[in-house]
């Protein structure tokens, strides 16, 4: 299934009629949001620029939609690392492809949407989230804690790279002042006020190189310098954990940690850039860098290309890609290696393994962003970011510290230790030893050396958390080899256990919740005769839950995670009611039941698909119109056979109609928000003047 982004008004409404009305943004309850306290300063600067904590989603998933961006934004992350793309923008991504039953493992790999699709969903999440900044819908916001930092990620090699499209895609953020200008007039009538803020046009000018899937290792140097001469951007360039090299890895893999199933064949280290090569190119990279006034550094890590053993990915797929917690121990094994060859002198962005018990020691290695995805696709969501700042606070707290520099010193217990490898004179050294024991500020007392002090406990804090890790049985095969638990039953269109866990696992918002009154569906036939309709009732389905669970077709790819996370057998995107965002959208995917709404005047018009039949229901204040192969007729639903008049070539299955008009009434009702309803009551701005 094709994404279809969401249009721009669409999510506006959408966003702002929801925080207004339900106190949640895109199914996001208020009480997650993560907004940042006054008392503690989380800021980081990426590249020279200011982003309110280093915490952010990693480049995937939850990255390339705009509600997923600004999903992110409210559950606190600050710095946005958004989904790789490439020259190669129409790829065939299997389905499913993500599997998050034990620890996680994917197939896809790359953004879903075109270039320009997805430049213009960048677009739309900076707007989004300065909109949310200046509306005033977020009072508990703390001064300071809405800097963000857009980064975007190319690959694969350096001709794509320079491509004309690419190019354009990269302008494009470096300046996006033309489509902004064209999404301001899509804010809706009742958002005026915030159609003419301040919108920044310089969304990103920092770049991660993404040296994955095939990138020649012998390019990353050419890519590296075109980005920093030609383009005049940022840079960090993206690692693979096959870096380690053959033995090392494994040995952490399999003997360390027990995954003893998994296998990384010998050409996933044969395609990738070597220690001995990176070194060299880090070395030069990092010196135009600073010859060119711009910011170089690296990544840890890229997911780890294993041998797929599994039956979950379609059979066609002979590898995957390992996340989760023991890429976690590998690429800190590589941070280790890194920093005992570079010090603290590049700074290192990290994805791998990361939640809210890691997050804090990732802080106080001065690791920047810290991104997570695998963790955000477990119960609960982007609500699980509440708990990473909740954690860090706490931590925070317990050493004394009310910045990330103090916290670095103080977090991990290797302050005295790190102040020691500076060889400060004993005057300086007690000041300090002093200040560690709460006698003083650190930073007031280590005066010109507290920089030092600083990097020196990040490198004690690396051995120190990679020790750790590897002794951590959380990290290990036995911690992580229980996948969700299913219950037996299977899921209907309707009823299910309505535990709402497929809702805040999936990244793009694309299941949700639809309140509907209990009462079973009546399945009926009208039949023709010649004295007019007479109606027999066939069954009922029953409905005895509060509410039901949907799916918006437009923001599902079937990637297959809610079904993994599901305790029913079916899959909700498959089985669940399924609503497309147009009649376009629904009529561009024929071999996929569902329903599209669009009005008709004062009148809204269904087309449902069950199976090969499709039917339309028009309802408004009048009689209600049902049509469908070999019928045609207007008719009271609570009298069908009294009320029918039009042409029937035979008896007409009045169950389809019953199940749309539920469903029409609940995705419609007065307090109804999500992306059906929103698009529906969307009122087009004004003319502007001018």
Not at 131 to 137: E, P, Y
Not at 175 to 203: C, K, M, N, S, Y
Not at 204 to 210: H, I, Q
Not at 656 to 684: G, K
Request: proline letters at 7%.
């Amino acid at each position: 299934m094709e994404l279809v982004p969401v249009p721009f008004g669409v999510l506006v409404n959408r966003l702002f009629t929801e925080i207004t009305r339900k106190k949640a943004a895109f199914d996001l309850p208020a009480r997650h949001f993560s907004l940042g306290d006054p008392a503690r300063d989380l800021s980081v600067s990426i590249h020279g620029h200011r982003a309110s904590s280093p915490l952010g989603p990693a480049a995937g998933p939850h990255t390339q939609l705009a509600q997923n961006i600004v999903l992110s934004w409210l559950a606190g992350c600050r710095v946005m690392e958004l989904k790789t793309v490439q020259v190669k923008d129409d790829l065939v991504i299997p389905r499913p492809c993500i599997d998050m039953q034990t620890v996680g493992f994917n197939v896809e790999w790359s953004q879903e949407l075109t270039l320009e699709r997805s430049l213009e969903e960048y677009v739309k999440a900076s707007m989004l989230i300065e909109m949310l900044k200046g509306s005033g819908v977020l009072p508990g916001l703390s001064p300071g804690f809405g800097d963000t930092v857009f980064d975007m990620s190319v690959g694969y090699d350096l001709a794509g790279i320079r491509s004309p499209r690419v190019q354009a895609f990269v302008d494009g953020l470096l300046d996006a002042g033309r489509v902004i200008e064209r999404l301001r007039d899509q804010v809706p009538a009742g958002w005026r006020h915030l159609r003419d803020l301040p919108f920044p046009t310089r969304i990103s000018d920092t770049l991660t190189l993404s040296t994955f899937h095939g990138c020649p290792p012998e390019e990353i140097e050419g890519i590296g310098e075109h980005l920093l001469r030609d383009l005049g951007l940022h840079l960090v360039v993206k690692l693979n954990p096959t870096l380690l090299g053959p033995d090392e890895l494994r040995a952490i893999l399999r003997d360390r940690l027990g995954f003893a199933e998994l296998a990384v064949p010998d050409s996933a280290f044969e395609k990738d850039a070597r220690w001995s090569q990176v070194v060299g190119f880090v070395e030069r990279l990092g010196a135009l860098a600073e010859a060119r006034g711009r910011g170089f550094g690296v990544k840890f890590t890229n997911t780890l290309l294993v041998r797929n053993h599994k039956s979950f990915f379609p059979a066609t797929e002979k590898e995957m890609y390992l996340s989760g917690a023991p890429l976690h121990v590998l690429a800190m094994a590589l941070v280790q290696r890194f920093r005992r060859r570079f010090g603290d002198r590049y700074p290192i962005s990290f994805s791998a393994g990361i939640d809210a018990a890691n997050f804090p020691d990732a802080v106080a290695l001065g690791l920047k962003p810290v991104s997570v995805c695998t963790d955000l696709l477990r119960a609960g969501g982007y609500g699980r970011t509440r708990n990473y700042h909740a954690e860090l606070f706490r931590r925070m707290d317990a050493a004394g510290a009310t910045d990330l520099d103090t916290f670095a010193i103080r977090g991990l217990g290797q302050g005295e230790a790190a102040l020691a490898s500076l060889g400060l004179p004993e005057a300086a050294a007690a000041a300090c030893r002093a200040a560690l024991q709460g006698k003083g500020d650190l930073r007031d007392a280590a005066g010109p050396a507290f920089d030092a002090w600083v990097s020196a406990a990040r490198l004690r804090n690396t051995d120190v958390h990679l020790e750790r890790a590897l002794e951590d049985p959380r990290y290990a095969a036995a911690k992580n080899s229980t996948p969700p638990k299913k219950v037996g039953s299977s899921l209907t269109l309707f009823d299910c256990l309505t535990c709402d866990k497929c809702i805040p696992v999936c990244p793009n918002d694309a299941n949700f919740a639809l309140p509907m009154p209990k009462g079973a569906v009546r399945l009926e036939r009208l039949v023709p005769g010649a004295a007019g309709f007479t109606l027999e009732l066939v069954g009922e389905t029953p409905v005895e839950e509060a509410h039901q669970i949907a799916n918006f077709a437009d923001a599902c790819n079937e990637c297959g995670h809610c079904d993994v996370m599901c305790p029913e057998d079916g899959g909700p995107y498959v089985v669940k009611p399924r609503f497309f965002g147009s009649v376009e959208a629904w009529t561009l995917a024929p071999a996929r039941d569902g329903f599209a709404l669009e009005r008709s005047g004062d009148a809204i018009r269904m087309h449902g698909r069950f199976g090969t039949r499709t039917f339309v229901v028009e309802s408004g204040a009048g009689p209600v119109r049902y049509q469908g192969e070999g019928f045609d007729l207007r008719l009271d639903p609570s009298d069908p056979a009294r009320t029918a008049r039009g042409v029937a070539s035979g008896p007409v299955d009045l169950g389809y109609l019953r199940i749309m008009e539920r469903l029409r009434e609940a995705v419609t009702a007065p307090d109804a928000v999500n992306f059906v309803s929103a698009a529906l009551s969307v009122v087009a701005p004004a003319a502007r003047q001018g």
